[in-house]
């Protein structure tokens, strides 16, 4: 059985254009001492890995990115409200200081008190005099209020700015490591001669041709679909069979992984998470052993790949650059859960 990294004449393809343009910064190997295609294809499905693994990461971290931009854009939205507000209570209680001054000539005590006093600190002092007026305590308390939640949320503002600039820098490094470590591959698949390249993809095509008649075979009985839901997401996951891999896409016309998941069972009415790390936990696990049409099996200790069970024990799955969405045996990568969303 070829494990889910093996190679497709495009990404084989990619690979020569990649290798000719000097594009990939580490040599492909050559001569006598050149790796035999299947250790080619093992290193490859690695880097495939552990390409994946940066990428959901960095598809995590995009997410998390426009959640914050978002609650970032409240903030301001409120901040600018509150300092509005406590520019218009300071400005009522200048205009009494100033129609003090017009009524009689002088500035009464209590008045001068506040011109003299941060708003802040005024009630304190002005209480310890026995000076409080009572709508004038009510004002400089509502002052008081306005500025101390202007300074807590310009303090979250400038927090989540900072929080938004990690991210930044998390998500360019980890798309540069997609790109080096598919780069890499590619490099290997570029060392391999036509002729092997041709021959994995024949194996391939035939192990792909193999599940998908093994999954649309009719399940035995009560080993459908669990429910109404399950049967439309695995409808739109049939339905998605042929399409490109593409790095972070959700569909229509081109999927990752966990955006395959995320496109088909919106189609049966589910909002999933977005990245497979978050869709491991979307659900209520079963075992493998009872594993219905529909349900999400997540891949790797780590949960970075996940796909559909299709049934027969067959998937349906998204499975790296250059592929595309195809059937294949459940077995085929190591097992980490089965959710049932």
Wanted: net charge negative.
């Amino acid at each position: 059985m070829l494990s889910r990294a093996a190679v497709t004449v495009a990404a084989a393809t990619a690979a020569v254009l990649t290798a000719q343009s000097g594009a990939e910064a580490q040599p492909a190997p050559s001569g006598p001492g050149s790796n035999t295609p299947d250790e080619v294809r093992h290193q490859v499905d690695a880097l495939y890995s552990q390409a994946e693994t940066a990428g959901q990461r960095a598809v995590g971290a995009q997410e998390r990115q426009a959640e914050l931009l978002h609650r970032a854009s409240l903030l301001e939205q409120r901040l600018a409200e509150e300092q509005q507000r406590a520019n218009d209570v300071a400005g009522q209680l200048g205009a009494m200081a100033q129609s003090e001054y017009q009524q009689g000539g002088t500035v009464d005590p209590v008045v001068q008190l506040l011109l003299s006093a941060h708003p802040s600190d005024y009630l304190e002092r002005a209480a310890g005099l026995g000076q409080v007026d009572s709508d004038l305590a009510f004002r400089l308390a509502e002052l008081r209020g306005d500025e101390q939640r202007v300074r807590r949320d310009r303090a979250a503002v400038s927090e989540q700015l900072a929080e938004l600039e990690r991210l930044r820098r998390s998500i360019a490094a980890d798309k540069s490591d997609v790109q080096r470590r598919l780069g890499h591959a590619q490099a290997l698949l570029g060392s391999l001669t036509a002729d092997q390249r041709a021959g994995l993809q024949q194996a391939e095509d035939a192990a792909a041709q193999a599940a998908a008649q093994a999954a649309e075979q009719p399940p035995a009985a009560g080993l459908g679909p669990a429910d109404g839901r399950a049967a439309a997401a695995l409808a739109a996951a049939r339905a998605a069979v042929g399409l490109p891999y593409v790095y972070g896409a959700t569909g229509p016309g081109a999927f990752d992984c966990s955006g395959l998941m995320y496109w088909a069972w919106r189609h049966g009415g589910v909002s999933l998470p977005r990245t497979s790390q978050e869709q491991a936990f979307a659900g209520r696990r079963v075992p493998l052993s009872e594993a219905r049409p529909g349900d999400i099996v997540v891949y790797y200790r780590d949960m970075h790949h996940v796909g559909m069970y299709a049934g027969n024990g067959m998937i349906i799955h998204a499975p790296y650059p250059g592929a595309r969405v195809r059937y294949e045996s459940v077995g085929d990568m190591p097992v980490a859960m089965v959710v049932r969303p």
